[in-house]
DNA sequence: CGCGAGGATATTTTT
DNA sequence: TATCCTCGCG
């Protein structure tokens, strides 16, 4: 008996093919992950293949961290040595090796997007380009979409010349990238394509990785672009040992670049492959594979290929519509309950809820504070976007690479130092004459031009700078962390900046250390690596994705966005805001671009793969959207599942905003009881809403859940603020503990007289008269006041 | 040069 | 609705 014979036939053969050009092409959950580690362990363990010689690429590094122990599972020794890693983090390490040969330092940056914005805005400026007319997004998109193709910036001049506004593009780009190489800086799509610009230049460079990278897979094949093909095909060019795995009705990121042609035209670029097809799924019940089948059907363009399993059909996918998001976010929070309730050995981590654009957490993640369910959102704001993390990763960034004027420009005057713009730009100017950074320019203050009065403070500025990059040579990363705290008193600095916040966000830059010591760690014992180094910390946190961040450990119910779920599944999923014109978003149905709906539909596809037992889908017929109400009908992927497999029929109740009678009198609102008569389309059947209000009477007594929390890692995946209520103060609802005419006290407020404490709609609202600050009105889940 | 107020404006998805 | 940006004043 050996680790391979559980694999099906077709894993199997897949497995077992080891030479030459493979595809897989892998249905969702039918165990693709389960044959890449099982053909690696096979490499070493069987084919005497040394581990240095395999490279395999993952969408994520969370699924990179997976992958390898999984591999260290089987075989027990020996993963260390497989490079296991992101196309970006590959990219990286290759580029710091050898950036030296393209003109850059060893010790680049890695710009975010706010950086390139920046830098984008700043050319502009200089170029006399109104950024209102001519959108920094729109440049950043329309270069990112040109490098995604290895196009420079000379070629895409080429490419549109008609176009004045894409003329002007390909200018901005052109002064973009000298800006780029000015400031030892790649942006995130630099990092491919210097990599092939590397490889297309040095022949011995790319050789080398190629004696190198003898057996190479790469997974969820269909989502790369061309820099990553044109990557991957001149890495695999000469052993062709070359591996992909996909799924073509899983290609979601075509607005990032991915190239659906990548995987269909495969066996064109190597007529030789071998095709498996593994169709049999693993994960879910036949109910829910029918109905993902059922929806990627009306797909034109599709490898065919039919999902089944052994597993049973299992329980009939939900259906609810609702007459606002508001409901329909109550709906799902007390379903968790209920389930929960119901079978005491389910886990608050076997839901998930997906929805299609970020904006949709926020309901979600109000209800759920208010039933104190413990949650995480992936995505949206990314701990390192905050703006004190900023702050502190600018630093380091101007300490490690004194090139980087962006940076630079950017902590000058943080905190305060009395240094404003005009001062800044003139600096800049001499710099830019001079043909050096700003940094240097800051080195020789003396020969700039009309500094006169800020000239001691922009000299403390470079002094502090100094004493840090000393700093900086000879100690940890952590304690780098520390010192700019200290010399800077950043500390303070929050405190004026925002008093209410500044605990938190001090604690954050603590969590920033704690990032920075567990680097450092992993560093140290990463055989394979360089050793740890301010530059490999930085770079390790330009690369994480939010999902990445996710530790499993955590009893939480995950919310996120369905391209975020994409390789995940969970027992029970929730789609959300199943209305036409969110999902599929309206974008794509304006859009003439044929391929967007069906885009949609694979991200739709992708959704209803993640549920392994139990599916519900969710609808409103109204939202409100920036403040506005809008009415949607159901999505058309719902209605293009069977209505057998639904346990309720759902009704296309389309309509146009503006269209039939407009809502403008509250009678006709969707939240009072008078449009409920009136809208029966919306509101789902009569059935439905007597079961709703059934609900309402046995609705579980609200039991607070202490979230769990492990010491010395919080999870900051979630938005700190609602977090706060869950760990720091009361649950919100709950009456607290102090009553009318009690002295309690406030963290900035002191001490004062409870005036007044009634029931708001959400919490408790507490009127307190305070001694020194006067009378207040606050929610008692934030106010965190306490009886004295 | 800093700060606040107010208006404009945006909203798909992200390595 | 919430953020971002600009403008004007102290």
């Excluded at 502009?124 to 920094?136: F, H, N, S, W």
Aim: glycine letters at 6%; aromatic letters at 8%.
């Amino acid at each position: 008996m050996s680790i391979y014979d559980t694999l099906n036939r077709e894993q199997y053969k897949a497995c077992m093919r080891t030479e030459g050009p493979v595809l897989i092409l892998a249905g969702a959950g039918s165990g693709k992950t389960r044959v890449i580690t099982h053909r690696i362990a096979y490499l070493m363990e069987e084919c005497d293949v040394n581990p240095w010689n395999i490279l395999a690429i993952t969408f994520t590094n969370k699924a990179a961290g997976e992958m390898r122990e999984r591999v260290d599972r089987l075989i027990g020794f020996g993963s260390e040595s497989v490079w296991i890693s992101t196309f970006h983090s590959m990219c990286v390490r290759i580029l710091r090796r050898h950036s030296d040969l393209i003109g850059y330092d060893h010790n680049f940056t890695i710009y975010d997007t706010d950086d390139q914005k920046t830098l984008i805005r700043q050319i502009c400026a200089r170029m006399g380009i109104d950024t209102k007319q001519l959108r920094e997004r729109t440049i950043m998109s329309a270069i990112s979409a040109a490098k995604d193709k290895l196009q420079t910036a000379i070629n895409y001049k080429d490419t549109h010349k008609i176009d004045f506004e894409q003329q002007q593009i390909g200018d901005v780009y052109e002064e973009y990238e000298r800006q780029l190489r000015k400031n030892n800086a790649f942006d995130f799509d630099d990092l491919l394509m210097k990599t092939v610009e590397l490889f297309n230049a040095r022949e011995e460079v790319l050789a080398n990785y190629q004696e190198r990278f003898r057996y190479i897979m790469v997974d969820e094949y269909q989502d790369t672009n061309e820099a990553q093909f044109q990557l991957v095909r001149m890495l695999a060019a000469k052993h062709r040992n070359l591996c992909v795995v996909g799924d073509d009705d899983q290609s979601i990121y075509k607005f990032r670049g991915a190239d659906i042609r990548n995987i269909l035209d495969f066996e064109k670029v190597y007529p030789d492959a071998m095709v498996v097809k593994l169709e049999q799924n693993y994960r879910s019940t036949q109910t829910i594979l029918d109905a993902a089948n059922h929806v990627i059907r009306n797909n034109a363009r599709r490898k065919d290929k039919k999902l089944w399993t052994d597993a049973g059909s299992g329980a009939k996918i939900h259906f609810r519509s609702f007459n606002t998001g508001i409901e329909e976010a109550s709906f799902i929070a007390e379903d968790v309950k209920k389930r929960i309730h119901e079978n005491p050995s389910l886990h608050f981590r076997d839901f998930a809820v997906l929805y299609r654009t970020n904006a949709q957490s926020r309901l979600l993640e109000d209800r759920f504070v208010q039933e104190s369910i413990p949650y995480n959102i992936v995505g949206g704001h990314n701990f390192y976007d905050r703006m004190e993390v900023k702050d502190i990763l600018s630093y380091l960034r101007t300490i490690d690479n004194g090139r980087d004027d962006i940076n630079t420009q950017r902590i000058l005057n943080v905190p305060k130092r009395g240094i404003g713009k005009t001062t800044s730009d003139r600096v800049m100017a001499y710099a830019q004459a001079m043909g050096i950074s700003f940094m240097e320019a800051l080195e020789r203050l003396d020969d700039i031009p009309d500094i006169t009065r800020a000239k001691t403070k922009l000299q403390a500025f470079t002094d502090l700078i100094h004493r840090l990059r000393d700093e900086a040579k000879t100690s940890s990363v952590g304690d780098l962390i520390n010192a700019i705290v200290e010399e800077t008193e950043y500390e303070q600095y929050l405190k004026d900046y925002d008093e209410e916040n500044s605990e938190d966000r001090m604690d954050n830059v603590g969590e920033l250390i704690s990032k920075a010591a567990a680097y450092e760690q992993d560093a140290a014992e990463d055989a394979e690596g360089d050793g740890p180094s301010l530059s490999g910390f930085l770079e390790e946190v330009a690369l994480v994705a939010d999902i990445d961040q996710l530790g499993d450990d955590d009893d939480r119910v995950l919310l996120m966005t369905l391209h975020s779920a994409k390789g995940l599944e969970f027992p029970f999923v929730y789609l959300a805001g199943m209305d036409e014109n969110i999902f599929p978003s309206y974008m794509s149905i304006n859009s003439d671009d044929e391929d967007g709906i069906e885009e949609e539909r694979r991200l739709a596809y992708v959704g209803i793969t993640r549920a392994k037992k139990d599916l519900t889908l969710t609808h409103a017929a109204s939202r409100m959207m920036r403040g506005e109400v809008q009415f949607y009908g159901v999505s058309r992927f719902v209605l293009e599942i069977p209505e057998d497999l639904l346990d309720e029929t759902p009704r296309a109740g389309r309509r146009v905003f503006g269209e039939e009678k407009s809502p403008d009198d509250d009678a006709d609102m969707p939240w009072s009881d008078g449009y409920r008569e009136h809208r029966t389309p919306f509101a789902g059947r009569g059935t439905e809403r007597a079961k709703a209000s059934a609900k309402k009477d046995t609705r579980l007594k609200a039991v607070y859940v202490k979230p769990h929390t492990s010491e010395g890692r919080k999870p900051f995946i979630a938005k700190m603020g609602s977090l706060d209520s869950l760990q720091k103060g009361l649950p919100a609802g709950v009456k607290p503990d102090y009553d009318i005419g009690d002295r309690v006290s406030h963290v900035k407020y002191g001490e004062g007289t409870v005036l007044s404490l009634e029931k708001g709609p959400k919490d408790y609202k507490v009127k307190v008269d305070f001694d020194e600050a006067g009378q207040k009105v606050m929610y008692a889940a934030f106010a965190k006041l306490s009886k004295v």
